[in-house]
């Protein structure tokens, strides 16, 4: 574990240092509001709105936090829509997974690792979770998504109404309700 929490302070340093509009999201955001649980990949938002030369300050971060990279892959991952590049550390077995967004992002301060950083709020994360279920199939392979949004909703303050709106509009309020019923 102390390999993880290394690169992931060596992550929350580099992308601090950039400048970005950033935020760790999935499995890490899940650990720090409350619920701890293993994953060899991180995963970081990077906003494209308003930003200057984001393929370089990204370039920037991945070569000071040690990972193995190649710029095409941030072109390819811009260019294709699909906009997350994935770069493994040299340093260790753990990956980094970079979510490019058009928007703002909707983050806030924490702490990891005695670092200063970014976190998605817990109602993006929420939302993000649950239309990873919906995308899932067959459904059973999303336990562990699953599992994410009901640990989020039990240890975590997190503003329901909103989350229960934007499901509607993401078409994943049946998901959320079975969740919140099964919480």
Do not use: C, W
Not at 71 to 91: H, M, P, Q, T, W
Not at 165 to 179: F, M, N, V, W
């Amino acid at each position: 574990m102390d390999a993880y929490h290394k690169f992931v302070k060596r992550l929350a340093e580099s992308f601090s240092s950039t400048g970005l509009d950033y935020a760790f999201t999935g499995a890490l955001a899940v650990s720090y509001y409350g619920v701890p649980r293993t994953t060899t990949d991180v995963d970081i938002l990077v906003s494209l709105a308003g930003e200057a030369n984001v393929e370089e300050k990204v370039t920037g971060a991945l070569h000071e936090a040690g990972l193995v990279f190649e710029e095409r892959k941030i072109d390819e991952a811009l260019v294709s829509g699909y906009n997350i590049a994935s770069f493994r550390d040299k340093a260790s077995p753990y990956t980094l997974d970079v979510i490019f967004s058009a928007e703002p992002l909707d983050k806030q301060a924490g702490k990891m690792g005695g670092v200063d950083t970014f976190f998605q709020k817990p109602e993006g994360l929420v939302l993000a979770k649950l239309r990873m279920v919906k995308a899932t199939l067959p459904r059973e392979r999303a336990v562990k998504d699953e599992e994410d949004v009901k640990a989020v909703l039990a240890f975590t303050k997190v503003d329901v109404e909103a989350v229960r709106r934007q499901a509607k509009l993401d078409g994943t309020s049946a998901i959320l309700e079975d969740l919140m019923a099964a919480g």
